[in-house]
């Protein structure tokens, strides 16, 4: 079957009477309307999967934006060098300015990442994208890290999307660093619930640290948003290795009943997880 391109607004009006597909508009509250002004904001998504590129990609994204209702997204290229990772976010932010919310990205191994810094400062960028084995596989990854966010903050970049898998480590970055926000990728791990529960602890106890929802293990979602706080949870797919209708879906569910007995998302707490968090940092 060819796939059809549905905007949010056709979505919405054709009368599905679902939410993406999986809420039931007529049993949410009064309230529902004023989410739907909101802005539905991805707060994760590749230019690239696992590095690789291909031409057409960023319309792709689009068209996968528009079925699952998503807005506007946080994109960026990574596992490429610093410079050719921010000239193709740069491009495709140019191709779709109203969509795409543009991050830099920097590999310490490439000699120009300082310089990149202060590029993506005076683009106006007010983030970049970080991965832990960018910055350094050895025992000096947490003094790398801390000079790349420090040298990042002075270049006016305050939001660092960091894939960072010590929470120790995290929580004394964030402790020395509170000129910036910190966004952990995954709710902090792909791995147990007890590491989930030290990241949502963490960013509970830190006004600067956050956590997105992409790729996590959705079913203690419940648990974790009480943990952390609705108001330090980012929705985010990891696209475009992940699904953003998907991971989109994931977030709308727990309007629903759940097996832990988690109380339910009010429209309020599913508006602020889908667009609202994220827009309060970005200051939209």
């Keep these: 079957m060819k796939a059809k391109e549905i905007s949010r607004r056709a979505f919405t009006t054709r009368g599905s009477g679902l939410v993406s597909g999986m809420l039931a508009a007529s049993a949410l509250s009064p309230s529902f309307a004023s989410l739907q002004e909101g802005k539905v904001l991805d707060g994760h998504m590749h230019l690239e999967s696992y590095g690789t590129y291909w031409e057409g990609l960023e319309d792709e994204i689009i068209e996968h934006y528009n079925y699952a209702g998503i807005d506007r997204g946080v994109v960026f290229t990574a596992w490429t060098p610093s410079r050719e990772s921010n000239n193709r976010t740069l491009a495709a932010h140019k191709k779709h300015p109203d969509r795409f919310i543009p991050f830099g990205h920097i590999r310490t191994e490439d000699p120009d990442w300082e310089n990149e810094l202060e590029r993506i400062g005076k683009l106006g960028w007010k983030g970049i994208k970080l991965h832990q084995n960018e910055i350094s596989r050895g025992p000096d990854l947490e003094e790398k890290t801390h000079l790349v966010v420090k040298t990042a903050a002075d270049c006016g970049v305050h939001i660092i999307l960091i894939h960072l898998e010590d929470v120790d480590m995290v929580s004394r970055l964030a402790g020395e660093l509170q000129q910036v926000n910190w966004i952990i990728p ?89 667009g609202g968090n994220l827009a309060r940092i970005l200051q939209m």
């Design 186 to 274: 995954h709710m902090g791990s792909y791995k147990t619930s007890d590491e989930m529960k030290s990241y949502c602890d963490l960013a509970k106890q830190r006004a600067n640290v956050y956590l997105d929802t992409s790729g996590a293990q959705y079913h203690r979602f419940g648990q974790q948003f009480e943990w952390a706080g609705v108001e330090k949870i980012i929705f985010a797919s990891d696209g475009f290795w992940f699904n953003p209708y998907v991971e989109k879906a994931k977030i709308e569910i727990l309007q629903l009943p759940t097996p832990f007995r988690t109380p339910k998302l009010t429209n309020r707490e599913l508006g602020m997880i889908l």
